[in-house]
């Protein structure tokens, strides 16, 4: 912890050699069933679905800590496996299993996969910042209006969630991990433009999680307008296993959806409403609901046609008041009294009223 951000930013330029870590050398050898009787059952299990013993390659002195599914992704240049393929026999030694002895041996001659290995053993440590959580308290305020709030001892990591002015300017989030480094703005947005109405917005609708020093942390935030866009993707990615593949020849990308914390008071507000084009300008004609026909026919008895009317309400929708306004959700609202439409139908009556 620090006392403030300055003394953390600080203290993030001053560590930057020293978050470079160097580990021992990454050793790769043939999998041998000599030592099998400590094998545990899940790793027995392993090796008995592959071809061989020795279509089986070892690695040893891993990171600790590296996940299976990070193995499969590093080694993708030297060969293309799954993340059912690597299996960590303990926090520091892993299994490859590959199709043959014959392509157990050519991986371990592979340049790439040694380059790999290599690069493994330099680690840098990535620096997220942290904050406290905050939660709701109580209601406090003469009429118990005023949400009062408290910090938690849970600590939150930048990143953890998506921004809060980009969660809230989005109907609903997914959650992307294991994005590969080579992956930009526009390829996630490519992907996910055909369950979008309206052309995606490259910058404003993906949000990549970096570290403090600005690397990829392979995690994304994509945003949809439309409740139902988000719905659409999820359902079709679910049925692939929630992955997909953003990039030629790289591992997939996992998709999940951003749960939304229940609200103290209150409930959310929903998608916002949309209309086809023949329904807005069908609604130009609408106001001819909200008035009395006979009201009309008295107008016409002293020469106001019908004509001169809607081109005076034609008139009066282009100002904002009675258009884009007047059909701005709750909570948005200029003035909440009126509900979608509201101010021009009121604008409508007193008007053929005087």
């Known amino acids: 912890g620090f006392k403030d951000a300055k003394e953390a930013a600080e203290a993030i330029v001053k ?34 679905v592959a071809a061989s013993p020795e279509s089986i390659v070892q690695l040893e002195n891993v990171p600790a ?4 599914g990070t193995i499969a992704r590093v080694i993708h240049d030297a060969i293309a496996i799954s993340e059912k393929d690597v299996f960590m026999s303990s926090p520091t030694t892993a299994l490859i299993r590959t199709s ?8 371990l001659d592979n340049s790439n996969l040694h380059k790999t290995l290599a690069s493994l053993q330099r ?7 942290v904050r406290r959580q905050v939660v709701h308290d109580k ?31 989005h109907a609903k989030v997914l959650h992307l991990t294991h994005v590969p480094a080579g992956v930009g703005k526009k390829d996630i947005s490519d992907y996910f433009q055909k369950f979008s109405v309206e052309k995606r917005d490259v910058e404003g609708s993906i949000e990549i999680v970096k570290s403090s020093d600005g690397h990829p942390t392979g995690r994304v935030y994509v945003g949809f307008d439309l409740e139902k866009e988000c719905d659409e993707a999820l359902n079709e990615i679910s049925s692939l296993g929630e992955n997909i593949v953003l990039k030629e020849a790289a591992l997939p990308t996992r998709v999940r959806p951003v749960a939304e914390v229940a609200l103290v008071r209150g409930s959310k507000l929903g998608a916002r409403s949309e209309r086809t084009q023949e329904e807005l300008i069908a609604s130009f ?5 909200d008035v009395d026909p006979k009201d ?23 100002n904002p008041t009675f258009a ?5 959700r709750e909570g948005e609202r200029m003035r909440e009294e009126y509900g979608p439409g509201g101010h021009f139908q009121e604008f409508v009556q007193m008007y053929i009223d005087t």
């Open 15 to 48: 560590s930057e050699a020293k978050r470079i870590v160097k580990g021992s050398k990454i050793e790769s050898v043939v999998y041998s069933t000599a030592g099998s009787g400590a094998a545990t059952d899940a790793e027995k299990e392993f090796v008995k």
């Open 65 to 68: 800590g590296m996940m299976a």
């Open 100 to 107: 043959s002895a014959e392509a157990a041996t050519a991986l």
């Open 123 to 129: 680690q840098i440590l990535r620096v997220h910042p």
């Open 139 to 169: 209601f406090a305020g003469p009429a118990r209006q005023i949400q009062m709030k408290k910090m938690t001892l849970r600590l939150i990591v930048n990143g953890d969630a998506p921004s809060k002015g980009f969660f809230l300017s």
């Open 285 to 289: 004609a609408s106001w001819k609901n």
């Open 296 to 318: 009309i026919e008295a107008l016409e008895s002293y020469g106001i046609t019908i004509d001169v009317l809607e081109e005076a309400f034609l008139a009066a929708r282009r």
């Open 324 to 328: 884009a306004e007047d059909q701005a």
